[in-house]
C-alpha cells in the first residue's frame, strides 16, 4: 500500500454532491486515506424525468446534481470520516470567504484545495451562433472567478503544507459544440501554470487534471457506444481513475510537481 503521506490534513472539495461524481469520488478516496474532508456543493436545479433516473443518463445526472449530499454524507459515516459539509456558491466572494471561515473554525487550516465544482450550458445553445452572455457569464463565474477565489483564499490560510488540484476537461483547447466551458477550462489551465510560479514559495503547489469521458451518471448505453470508439483505451474513464489522480498530486511525493496539466482520458483529445 502506498502512504500518500496525508493522514490528518484538510482537504477542501468543491462540487460534492453527486454520489457518482469526480468530487464526492475524491472525497471517499482521501477519507480512506485519513484525511479530514469538507465538502462544498451547490444545488443547480434542472429539469429530469424522475422515472429515468434508475439508469445512466442526463435525468440521473440532473437529479444528483439538484439534491444536498446526503447520499456522499451518508457513506463518509461509514467510513468513519473526519468531515464537513457546506451548501454554497464559489461565484459569490462572500461566500467563499465564509467557507473558510467554517473551515478554519472547525479544522483550523487548510491543506488541500481541489477545485472541482463547474457550471455550463447543458441546453446546446454553447455554440458561436447561439452563445448567450448569460452562458457567459454564469460559466466563468463558477469555473474561473469561483476557482481563483478559492485559491486566493487557500494561499491566505496556508500552514505547513499546500496542494491545489484544479479540474479542467481534456478538450479544453479544442471543443467545438462546447465553446465557453471549454474555454473557461483553458483559462483554468493557464491559471494553474501561473499561480504554479506564483506560489512556489509558500511550498504550495499546483496542479489541473484534465478528465476524459468520464462516468459520473450522465453518459448513457447510446452515448457509451459513441464516445468508446474516441478512446484509444476502448473505455469510459471512471471518477476512480480521476481521484486517485488527484490523490497523488496531494500527496508527499508529488511535491516538486507544480504547473502540471495532466490528461486522464484513456488518450482521448491527445
Known sequence: MVDYGIKGRVALITGANNPQGIGATTAFAFAREGAK????????????????????????YFEANAGNAAVVESKLKEMNADYLVLESDISDEDAVKDIYSSVLE???????????????????IDTIESITQEVIDDTFAVNVRGSIMMIREMVKHHGDYGRIINLSTDASQVFAGQITYGASKATLEALTRSIALEVAKYGITVNCVAPGPTQTGWIDDELEKAVI????????????NIAETILFLASEQAQMLT??????????AL
Open 37 to 60: 474532508v469538507v465538502l462544498v456543493y451547490k444545488k443547480v436545479p434542472r429539469q429530469y424525468d424522475k422515472t429515468k433516473t434508475h439508469r445512466n443518463g442526463v435525468d440521473r
Open 106 to 124: 472547525r479544522f483550523g487550516r487548510v491543506d488541500i484545495l481541489v477545485n472541482n465544482a463547474a457550471a455550463g450550458d447543458m441546453d446546446g
Open 229 to 240: 470508439p474516441l478512446i484509444p483505451m476502448g473505455k469510459l474513464i471512471q471518477p476512480e
Open 259 to 268: 504547473g502540471q496539466v495532466i490528461k486522464v482520458s484513456g488518450g482521448h
